[in-house]
């Protein structure tokens, strides 16, 4: 793959989003691995104090205001957020191929969301922007509910020790939360060349009245045919790995939350 130009912050800054609380480098781990070879953009820092925000958290802050999408986009389209995008080539596609909807992009590796902001900086692509977050955290504080019409939670790290499961993004709590971000009727699209992690998914989603399963199959495919959309995809379908892919609808009813398969907990929950 191509390294994309360094561009300077001023030029990254629409597509690079600073939100408030995150820190400069969230990251409490080394990054998985996600190709040879290839240097990350600048990692200066960007501008901050977004006007789509209200005030970070901070002492004597309130609580952050969510994103107003339509700020941030300059325009009311549909807004599809994808969790964990890496070097955002389906970002990138996505946004190519659909201008009338906006993506919104969050990574909580610097480097790569530096990387795909890069990409469509180069492209000036109106209709995508990333962020460097941890993506609960965004869900959980940053996303007004029944703002945004599709997540994508494409290939997660699957975190394969028992210890460090609690580590993955896709949680029973995230997929409330995510429930909660989408309006009725959007979707949850998830994918994994892990089958474990692709169970536990579809096994959560199923669990939820919240959401209604649409489609979900497992492809084994070489990429000849079965095409990628993900670097992560392409790497898998490379190597022959099956791949699992489900499409989840939201449904009207209210949020729950599933049991836990980590610990087979069952908790209740208040909010909608
Ligand atoms: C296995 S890679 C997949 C990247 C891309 N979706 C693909 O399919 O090629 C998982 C990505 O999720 C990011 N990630 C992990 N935990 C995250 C979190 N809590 N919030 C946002 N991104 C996260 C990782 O840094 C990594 O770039």
Redesign the pocket.
Known sequence: MRKPRRLSPDELAPWAVELPGARRDP?PRP??P?GEGEEAPSRRPLSSSPPFLGEGPGEGSAAPEPIAWSVLFGNPNPVEV??????G??LLTEALARPGVNFFG????RK?QLYAATRLAIRKLPNAKTAC????RVFRELIAPGSVSAVHV????PWWKKRHKK?R?FTPAFAADAARALAAGGKLHV?SDVAEYFGVMTGILRAMPAFREVSAETTAGPVEEAGFR????RKARLAGTPVGRAVYERTAEPVTVAPDPADGEVRADVKN
């Open positions: 990251t990054p998985p996600q994808e969790v964990g995008m890496g070097k080539l389906f969050i990574e909580v590796v790569y977050a941890d993506a609960g494409l290939f997660p790290d580590r993004v994918a993900t670097n992560f995809e």
